[in-house]
């Protein structure tokens, strides 16, 4: 998942053609019978007005169609689903946040006793309607209630224990919007001790990037618009991690890892963290920022899936996290950029994120120490 937030990237033209399977699945599925009409659900939707999206952006399907055309993402959920049917036979399956309900319909099709796909946002409408029209009604019961207010006596066929969560929970930067937390609540709660999360692994890495140009387009545009003095607003631009594509070629350090979380026994608490990193240069050049992204893996398979997020992979929805700095490094090949950052929800609206970043750099063309604050939201 990710909240829609276009900061005015590339299009993702790579995304849907190198989908293969994609498009083919797309032709598979079309009929030409009548499309189901619901009239309650009309009726609601020309009710909700744009305040209701803004406060929920999950209910409008666009943000739906930007995830299932986000190849990379949905296939290797599908992949890690039903190449590995023989996990989910006869097996109980929770959703969390279903969506439109795509996973829970791969888990049913790849043999799942019962799924429990549990939205809490007015999709869970039409997913109950996808799921009739699919004819998996039988095997997949919608939960429209957030994941931690489901009473024990709502779950279907009184079931009080799962064998594999799903969930696409991811958000940019990894934990924006803070919804692994509801991962963890529905692990501790619902899932069996020998149970199977998907993905189980998710991983945060940052390297440093030269970045001239979209520098010069989105921070330093404020300093003279038409003739006036607008740094006020690149103080603030400052502060805002920019969510965009970076080219693979932009890169100039390795990646490590600042956050590596194994999903079956993190907390909430790990969620909170600060890490130190050290990016050794590869190249001479003008380092403009620092990029995160993560990978996510499936690996209590036979054959592990994993897909990444970052600037050589291909294109994901969740594109890269930008923190430009205030002042770009001059650097050389074999000199090192150490800092720390550090990561926290945010005390007034904890689906944003307090972001702090420290660098440390001593190179022969020049020293530079600072620590800049960043605000995800
Ligand atoms: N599984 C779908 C949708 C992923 S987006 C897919 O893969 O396409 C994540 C979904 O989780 C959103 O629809 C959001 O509304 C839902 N969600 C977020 N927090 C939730 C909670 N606490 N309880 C139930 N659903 C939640």
Redesign the pocket.
Known sequence: ?SEFQDKGGEAPSAAMSNGVEAPAEAMESHSTEEAPKSNEIAEELEAATSKDYYFDS?SHFSI?EE??KDTVRTLS?KHAIVRNAHLFKDKVVM??????G??SMFAARAGAAHVIA????A?ADQAKQIIEDNELSDKITVLK????EIQDDEMPNGITKVDIIIS??MGYFLLYES?LD?VIYARDRWLTEDGILMPNTATLYICAIEDAEYMEQKINFWDNVYGFDMRAIKELALLEPLVDTVEGECVISNAVEILELDLTTCRVEDLRFESTFSLPFQRDDYCHALVAFFDCGFTQLHTPIHFSTGPAAEYTHWKQTVFYLKTPLTVCAGETLSGSISCEPNKGNPRDLDISIAIHFQGSIMHAQGVQRFRLR
Do not use: N
């Open positions: 998942m999950y739906h995830m299932l959920y959703d969390v946040g279903c969506g439109t795509i996973l549990v939205e809490c946002s999709i209630k957030k994941c931690e696409e929970w919804m509801t």
